[in-house]
């Protein structure tokens, strides 16, 4: 397969300076236009890396936090959105019950989908703060290196992120631990001062969990959690760009402030996403869909509505290039899950997880491992 008469982003120069993608066996093989095999015509448009969300609980009446059985049409309706990978994200819920949805979201790493691939586990919590909880309901356990060492067994390796509060009881011993066993470990649902989050930092913390929301509010005084992650060039910021968790301005603010180089685009969206208004329930919990907004029974924001492709279309209209987009979409979270050798950007050797667009980011064609989803 070729795709051919495009504009292709270069990973090395964040450049369109392509023109071609030959791909053989599932894999990107060279930039020969004049390669032999099945021309797909891409005339007058954009090839980017497929997208990968990092940050992602359910998609369209699917929920990835369940302990049996796969993902339903969840994965096909996210490659239609240019969503190549995702990281399934378990929230918080008992210790078994985890433990429980990890395994089974680990058995399907690796296994076709005929959509989006499960790249890794995503764990949001269970050690968080009461404080700044969210729509979520931790459980009361002891944050402990003998509990995380329980959820990266029930994870057999694939435990790619986890969100912590830095201020919760042994914090460092914890992300210290996490960071040896190849977890990266962001700073979430926290209502952490300055001074403990950046203790944090140096105990190997590297990630804020979609900054701003769930966090301390920054002030003049005591910039809390914010302060750091938006001034310390180790931490790398999530951002939901849906216009609904932050307002535009604040998305200028964080881009600004951290560059694209240091922004992961995510959805945090819920099985609810890609649904038509209504009540939907989440681990027992009726949630509220109304127009876009997704709202507890206390009326708080309890994820997303929309997939990934919203906030980068959000981004382009706020005037952010196209190629940077990509890094934020693409580049950046496959380097968050430690997969950057194999998904994320356009090189030789890598996998053929590509979007095809208009310079608007309306999808034409999708490829997962070198077959065309859409």
């Known amino acids: 397969m070729i795709l051919k008469h495009a504009r292709v982003l270069n990973s090395s120069t964040h450049r369109f300076d392509r023109e071609a993608v030959v791909i053989e066996n599932g894999r990107i093989v060279s930039f020969d236009g004049n390669a032999d095999g099945e021309v797909f015509d891409c005339e007058g448009l954009f090839v980017l890396p497929g997208m990968i969300d990092t940050h992602i609980h359910g998609f369209g009446g699917e929920e990835f936090a369940k302990p049996e059985g796969d993902f339903g049409k969840a994965p096909s309706i996210l490659s239609d959105d240019g969503v190549t990978g995702f990281a399934a994200t378990v929230r918080c819920m008992p210790l078994d019950e985890i433990a429980a949805c990890m395994k089974n979201a680990a058995a399907h790493i690796g296994q076709a989908t005929g959509g989006a691939k499960v790249l890794g586990i995503h764990c949001e919590g269970p050690f968080v703060s009461e404080e700044r909880r969210g729509a979520m309901h931790p459980p009361r356990l002891t944050c402990d290196v003998a509990t995380m060492q329980t959820l990266l067994d029930a994870a057999n390796g694939h435990l790619k992120l986890m969100t912590i509060a830095p201020e919760r009881e042994n914090a460092a011993a914890v992300i210290a631990h996490a960071t040896q066993n190849g977890v990266a470990c962001s700073m979430g649902h926290t209502d952490a001062t300055y001074a403990v989050a950046e203790a944090a930092v140096d105990s190997g913390a590297r990630r804020a969990t979609h900054v701003f929301n769930a966090m301390r509010p920054l002030s003049h005084r005591e910039t809390g959690i914010l302060g750091v992650s938006l001034t310390d060039d180790r931490v790398h910021c999530e951002m939901i760009a849906d216009f609904v968790h932050l307002d535009p301005a ?27 208004n209504g009540q939907y329930e989440v681990g027992g919990i009726l949630r509220t869909v109304k127009d876009g907004l997704c709202l507890d029974p206390e009326g708080r924001i309890a994820g997303s509505c929309f997939s990934m492709l919203k906030g980068a279309q959000n981004l382009l209209s706020l005037g952010i290039p196209l190629e940077e987009i990509a890094q934020m979409a693409s580049e950046n979270p496959a380097k968050a899950l430690g997969m950057f050798d194999t998904v994320g950007s356009i090189d030789i050797g890598k996998q053929a997880d590509l979007i095809v667009c208009d310079e608007k980011l309306h999808i034409r064609a999708v490829f997962v491992d070198g077959i065309q989803v859409k």
Not at 256 to 274: F, H, Q, V
């Open 250 to 276: 604040t998305v200028k603010l964080v881009y600004r402030a951290k560059g694209a180089e240091n922004i992961t685009l995510i959805s945090d969206a819920g099985r609810m996403s890609g649904l038509p």
